[in-house]
């Protein structure tokens, strides 16, 4: 992994990458307004390579994320954005048969995709679809998961052995402009309850939506850009896939030095300038890790900042190198409120 290296020369987390996907919400913009520095650093970052844009939000089409994103500057076309949707239809393909009649529980994204490919949409238990297929849309209520349910409990009974149930996604929580708000995965939850069976998923963190991705720009040496460790980063470590976690979204130093081994990223950065610039060695030291003027190292039960330098994320890295070597729970070390800062 990119924090520890062998190299004793500093290289951009962009060198020999052939493809860049990156996440939107937390990466490329917050609200309705890009991020600081994302628009250029993604446009210069295709020189070379792909760009591609994975979401794992069903509610639109990729045309309609495709114009959200040049409008805000991002030079894409609709093949660019990979959706959770569009990796949902690999797993229903593999289930049922073409042309085959599918519930769905949610809104344009998952409507769009189906079409596309020769099926048929019902919004109805009574017209004893082959399949459910559910994402988030935000007017999905009562009445969309209770048909599903009752599709899914085919004689009124849960039964493990019915008709192919696929989620778009298992995010507990989405951010919206007021906040954040419950996501496709408490919406999913409720028709588990209900019919007492999983779904198969076809968006982060699962490998669908990444195998998608690396069908979709031919990508051999891929990096994932994202802001959760939980759904970008995990996802990534699953599909073998190099990471980076940017510090502009939802995970912050706190998440980081806490992170298990499946949820640690290759490199660490402030925003997407960082994928042009030389990633700092990451050097162990006799009793801890140096990043550039920082040192941490650990004492017993202490992560002690044994030179803070002149840059915070070099501290954070040397921080994580450290933590993560150490094979402790972050729960069993006193960690320096400094850190989490």
Request: with cysteine; net charge negative; proline share 5%.
């Amino acid at each position: 992994m990119g924090l520890f290296r062998t190299r004793t020369e500093a290289a951009a987390p962009l060198e020999g990458v052939d493809a860049v996907l990156a996440d939107l919400d937390g990466v490329v913009y917050r609200g309705a307004e890009a991020i600081p520095y994302a628009v250029d650093s993604l446009n210069r970052a295709k020189s070379g390579r792909a760009v591609g844009y994975i979401t794992n939000n069903a509610s639109r089409s990729d045309a309609s994320v495709a114009r959200h994103l040049a409008e805000l500057g991002l030079a894409v076309e609709a093949a660019d954005v990979v959706t959770s949707p569009q990796a949902a239809m690999h797993l229903l393909a593999e289930r049922v048969p073409a042309g085959a009649l599918v519930l769905v529980v949610g809104g344009e994204g998952i409507v769009t995709e189906l079409e596309r490919r020769g099926f048929r949409v019902t919004r109805s238990a009574d017209d004893d679809p082959a399949a459910v297929v559910q994402g988030f849309a935000p007017d999905v209520g009562w009445t969309q998961l209770a048909e599903a349910a009752f599709a899914l409990n085919k004689g009124g009974f849960a039964d493990e052995s019915g008709i192919p149930w696929i989620a778009t996604n298992m995010d507990w929580t989405i951010p919206v402009a007021r906040g954040i708000a419950p996501g496709n995965g408490t919406l999913v939850s409720a028709v588990h309850t209900a019919v007492g069976r999983f779904p198969v998923v076809a968006g982060k963190p699962e490998t669908p939506i990444f195998d998608e991705a690396r069908r979709r720009f031919g990508a051999e040496r891929p990096l994932v850009v994202g802001d959760r460790l939980d759904t970008d980063i995990l996802g990534a470590n699953r599909a073998g896939m190099a990471s980076a976690v940017v510090l502009t979204g939802i995970d912050r130093a706190k998440q980081l030095l806490a992170a298990e081994a499946s949820h640690r990223p290759d490199f660490i950065l402030r925003d997407l300038r960082g994928l042009h610039e030389p990633y700092p060695v990451v050097e162990r030291i006799r009793d801890g890790f140096r990043v550039g003027r920082s040192k941490v190292r650990i004492d017993g039960a202490d992560v002690l900042i044994a030179a803070e330098g002149d840059d915070e994320l070099d501290l954070l890295r040397a921080a994580c190198a450290s933590i993560w070597e150490s094979g402790r729970p972050i729960h069993a070390l006193q960690v320096p409120a400094q850190l989490y800062s």
